[in-house]
């Protein structure tokens, strides 16, 4: 089967880091993305990765585990602005739809 | 105008009404998405779209009709919605399978509320 999770609400504090998880199950991997989304906005893709490791795009990173099936999202220097969800999303490799988590919350406090 | 835009932003509509959802690329790509989210769920795939053929129907009611009549332009079209249909419809569109990320690119969303 196919099963993404990811946390459903965090906060932080403005200027701090934080880490939103993904694990994921795919019959077949062909890469993992990370999505913004403001609320009554489009999301916005943010990262990808397909191979193991850290991407790292300004305040932004993003790393992979394939063997773990787990990647996290990294936001330093918080800014109010973060405040959106992140969503996670897997690309099947033999039909290559993209399988979406159910996002996470992130609020960010002063 | 760049990017993916969707018409109209907000709508709302009785069940017995018909009414179509509008979505235009101006990336060059050749695949187009309808998705649904609803609140607290994943973004589900409803319809895709190559090269302006369906090559994805991810078992929606046929209550929902899409139309691709070029590899821009993007409709779906609804008559007879219920209630529980109210949700945001997203599309979305790509380099066509094989490209560099296949990155999908989303529009602004659909606010639908059925009545």
């Known amino acids: 089967g196919q099963n993404i999770d990811q946390p459903t609400e965090m906060t932080a504090t403005e200027g701090a880091i934080v880490q939103i998880n993904c694990t994921y199950q795919?019959?077949?991997?062909?890469?993992l993305f990370w999505y913004q989304q403001h609320a009554g906005e489009a999301p916005t893709f943010l990262s990808y990765?397909?191979?193991?490791g850290l991407e790292e795009k300004g305040r932004f990173s993003s790393f992979l585990s394939r063997s773990k099936g787990y990647s996290y999202l990294l936001l330093k220097e918080l800014q109010m602005k973060d405040s959106a969800s992140y969503l996670c999303?897997?690309?099947?490799?033999?039909?290559?739809?993209?399988?979406f988590g159910q996002g996470t919350t992130l609020q960010v406090k002063p | 105008e760049t990017g993916v835009t969707q018409t109209p932003r907000h709508l709302v509509m009785g069940m017995t009404n018909k009414k179509s959802l509008k979505c235009e690329q101006h990336?060059?790509?050749?695949?187009m998405y309808w998705y649904k989210q609803s609140a607290k769920k994943p973004l589900e795939l409803m319809f895709v779209?190559?090269?302006?053929?369906?090559?994805e129907n991810n078992s929606v009611p046929s209550r929902f009709s899409p139309e691709c009549p070029n590899s821009s332009h993007l409709f779906l079209h609804l008559h007879t919605l219920q209630p529980e249909d109210s949700a945001l419809y997203l599309c979305?569109?790509?380099?066509?399978?094989?490209?560099?990320?296949?990155?999908?690119?989303f529009g602004p969303g659909t606010r639908l509320t059925v009545l």
């Open positions: 990765n397909v191979l193991d």
């Open positions: 979305a569109s790509s380099p066509p399978r094989g490209g560099t990320t296949d990155t999908q690119y």
């Open positions: 779209y190559n090269f302006k053929e369906q090559t």
């Open positions: 795919t019959s077949g991997f062909n890469g």
């Open positions: 999303a897997v690309r099947d490799t033999n039909t290559g739809k993209l399988i």
């Open positions: 990336l060059g790509h050749n695949a």
